[in-house]
């Protein structure tokens, strides 16, 4: 059988040390069905690392993330690092980290809260506290700590 | 620091020299809000009050507030009359009523509606409670019949009694009197306790918080029994609600063992929780705290729209 190697990509953005198992919630944030379809999408999961044990990498080619996919992915994956590739060199690393207020990316839990409703409002989080993280949300002040779930 | 032209939506909104602030100024506005002098401090001043929920003593209390110190109101108290029943955001109708008066009063039954609406409004936005979310104004008021009763906010000892998981009022209570330094007891039955997000924040305050559920053994050293509703509507099974809300019941035989100054508060309406002899006895603080509601948003309206306390 010929062996498939996750070969370097020319130009896009490499996520690494996604904690294990979520890769997959991770290429639903970056949403594969928008890419170029030529590019190339490589997804290892379950790999052996020295910083946090087993990790997830994903690879994904002629793409950069904006801000809010970012915000969303450090929320899911607070231990990612986040490689922009340009010409096959690393011309940016750096690991996710969450601004003071996040906005449109995590939908509100209270269903009564005033971004549920039909109003012209983007959901708004101020980060209450940032290891484990803890949301609060700017309208309702409820207080978020889990987000697979909630992502806008 | 001012709070001309600031918006009120959440107790959080308010520094601890703000709140201090803001009971100076209601206790100065005491002999306004009985009536026994005059006020023109809100004179030429029109406030739009909101009511998209039903409220008596909030809506009334500011009514009377703001025409007692000269100026005037418009009030939307039935929310099937107003535009949002045609299917109006809320956002666009704070929008159109910021352009008619000098500050809008918002009740509303959506968490966060206030934000919303002092987002929406370029004139002051208070919050007169949204859902079961904030209501700044109320813990205001809390915290002034403390501070007449006792002098002083620090090292009291207050025992939060009743529902603290859905207690509108409560939360934000518990919050300004960790900012004050007080000391918390909470009694609640089981389900009922408070929330689980609320208590860490308080414990990260560096509160001094303890629980017991036996009301007998907390009130003997207590300065404040702070009683709220217990909602039937949040018990399934009926006979639960009956035996619960007995238990919590604060009469003159419960009293007994308790300090000659300690004082009882409700926010109102109450449903049987304190017994109507309790009402006699110099303990009885609720009527005196559902007045104090006057004066304080008699404070509040005129720091926002005149930037002056008295």
Redesign the interface.
């Known amino acids: 059988m010929r062996e498939l190697k996750i070969t370097p990509i020319k130009n896009g953005t490499v996520i690494d040390h996604i904690g294990n198992g979520m890769a997959l919630e991770v290429l639903k944030i970056i949403g594969v069905s928008e890419l170029d379809k030529d590019s190339t999408v490589s997804v290892a999961l379950h790999v052996r690392s020295q910083k946090i044990g087993w990790k997830d990498i994903v690879k994904v080619e002629n793409m950069e993330l904006s801000p809010r996919k970012v915000n969303a992915i450090a929320l899911i994956a607070p231990t990612a690092t986040i490689a922009i590739i340009r010409d096959f060199k690393v011309r940016e690393k750096r690991a996710v980290d969450l601004p003071d207020r996040i906005t449109g990316v995590v939908r509100?839990p209270?269903p009564?809260?005033?971004?549920n409703?039909?109003?012209?409002?983007e959901s708004e989080f101020d980060v209450?506290r940032r290891r484990p993280v803890?949301l609060r949300?700017?309208?309702?002040?409820?207080?978020v700590d889990e987000f697979l779930t909630r992502l806008a | 620091m001012t709070l001309k032209g600031r918006d009120l939506i959440s107790i959080r909104d308010l520094s601890r020299e703000e709140i201090e602030e803001v009971l100076r100024s209601a206790k100065r506005m005491i002999p306004y809000a009985e009536g026994t002098k005059l006020g023109d401090q809100l004179g030429g001043k029109l406030v739009t009050l909101a009511f998209f929920e039903p409220s008596t003593r909030t809506r009334l209390s500011f009514e009377t507030a703001i025409q007692r110190l000269g100026g005037r109101c418009v009030t939307i108290a039935d929310p099937s009359a107003s535009s949002m029943r045609k299917g109006e955001t809320l956002h666009d109708t704070i929008r159109m009523l910021s352009s008619y008066g000098d500050a809008i009063v918002l009740r509303h039954p959506n968490e966060g509606s206030g934000r919303l609406a002092a987002q929406a409004s370029d004139k002051p936005v208070i919050n007169a409670g949204d859902g079961a979310g904030q209501h700044p104004t109320q813990t205001l008021l809390d915290l002034a019949t403390m501070q007449e009763a006792f002098g002083t906010l620090s090292g009291l000892k207050v025992v939060l009694l009743g529902d603290l998981k859905y207690g509108r009022t409560v939360h934000s209570l518990a919050y300004a009197l960790a900012v004050f330094g007080a000391e918390l007891v909470l009694s609640a039955p089981p389900g009922l306790g408070l929330p689980e997000e609320v208590r860490s924040q308080l414990d990260q305050m560096g509160a001094k918080i303890s629980e017991e559920d036996q009301i007998h053994r907390v009130v003997r050293d207590a300065d404040i029994l702070y009683v709220t509703r217990i909602q039937k509507e949040r018990f399934v099974d009926l006979a639960e609600y009956e035996k619960v809300a007995g238990s919590y019941r604060i009469d003159s035989a419960l009293l007994k063992s308790a300090k000659q100054r300690l004082i009882v508060m409700h926010p109102l309406p109450r449903t049987g929780e304190i017994a109507p002899e309790v009402d006699a006895t110099a303990h009885a603080a609720y009527f005196r705290q559902a007045f104090l509601g006057v004066p304080v948003r008699m404070a509040l309206l005129s720091l926002i729209l005149t930037g002056k306390a008295g």
């Open positions: 509100c209270n009564n809260c005033i971004t409703q039909h109003e012209p409002v209450a803890v949300c700017v309208y309702c002040e409820r207080l």
